[in-house]
C-alpha cells in the first residue's frame, strides 16, 4: 500500500485527507442517527407519561420532570417543549408557532455534517484529474520530452502511475461518499418524520379540542 501511494505521487495526499474525513463523518452520523439514539427506550414513555398527567387535573407536572425530559435525547427537547407550552397555558396556535421554531434546531442537528459528504464526493474526482493533470504534465515535461527525446521509461512509468493512481482514489472515494450521503440522508429523514409524529401525538393529548386546527 505504501508503495502505491509513493507511486500515486503528492496529489493523492489531498486525496487520503478527505477520505479520512468523509469516513470519520460517515461513522459518526451512522451512530447519532440511530433510532435508539434519538428515542432511548425511556424517552417516550417519559414523554406520554408526562402528557397523561397533565390531562388529570389531580397530578401535577413541575418544571424539573420537564427539563430532565429535554435532556434524554438529541429530540426530546422538542417532545419537552410541547409539554413546557402546555404548562405556561399557551394556546394551541401560539404553542405550535413555538414548537415549528424549536423543531429546526433539531433538524439541523440531524443534518449536521451531511454537507461536507456531498462536497466530498463533489471534489474527490476533481482532486483526481488534478492528479492525473499532474501525471501528464510529468510524462510530457520530462527532460526527454522537452528535447525532443522519448524519455526515460521510469519518467514516463512514473507519470503514468500518477495519472491512473489519483483517477481511480478520486473515484473510488466519490462513489462511497455519495452512497454515505444518500443512505444517512434517509436516516436523517426517517428521524424527522418520527420526531413530527410523535410530538403531534402528544400534541393531541395537550390540546384535544384544538388538534384539528393545529394540523398541516
Known amino acids: 500500500m505504501y508503495s502505491i501511494l509513493l507511486s500515486a505521487g503528492w496529489p493523492i ?5 478527505i ?4 469516513m470519520a463523518i460517515a461513522l459518526e452520523r451512522s451512530w447519532y442517527l440511530r433510532q435508539t439514539h434519538i428515542f432511548p427506550k425511556n424517552c ?3 414523554a406520554f407519561s408526562l402528557a397523561n398527567q397533565m390531562q388529570n387535573s389531580r397530578t401535577s407536572v413541575s418544571d424539573l420532570q420537564i427539563a430532565d425530559l429535554a435532556q434524554m435525547s438529541p429530540a426530546s427537547p422538542l417532545l419537552a417543549y410541547a409539554l413546557k407550552e402546555q404548562l405556561i397555558g399557551s394556546s394551541a396556535k401560539a404553542a405550535l408557532e413555538e414548537l ?4 429546526q434546531t433539531i433538524w439541523l442537528k440531524l443534518d449536521r455534517y451531511l454537507g461536507i459528504l456531498t462536497t466530498i464526493a463533489t ?6 484529474l488534478f492528479g492525473t493533470v499532474v501525471g501528464m504534465i510529468e510524462i510530457f515535461g520530462s ?14 512509468a512514473h507519470g503514468i502511475s500518477v495519472a491512473l493512481y489519483n483517477t481511480a482514489f478520486g473515484l473510488l472515494i466519490a462513489i462511497p461518499a455519495l452512497v454515505a450521503w444518500r443512505g444517512l440522508r434517509a436516516m436523517a ?3 424527522q418524520r418520527e420526531c413530527e409524529e410523535f410530538t403531534r401525538q402528544i ?9 384539528v386546527h393545529v394540523t398541516k
Open 44 to 46: 417516550l414513555e417519559t
Open 203 to 211: 400534541f393531541k393529548k395537550l390540546y384535544p379540542s384544538d388538534a
Open 123 to 128: 471534489v474527490a474526482p476533481l482532486l483526481g
Open 13 to 17: 495526499w489531498p486525496l487520503l485527507m
Open 100 to 103: 415549528q421554531v424549536s423543531a
Open 19 to 22: 477520505s479520512m474525513l468523509g
Open 189 to 191: 429523514n426517517q428521524r
Open 143 to 156: 527532460e526527454g520530452a522537452i528535447n525532443g527525446a522519448a524519455g526515460s521509461p521510469q519518467q514516463l
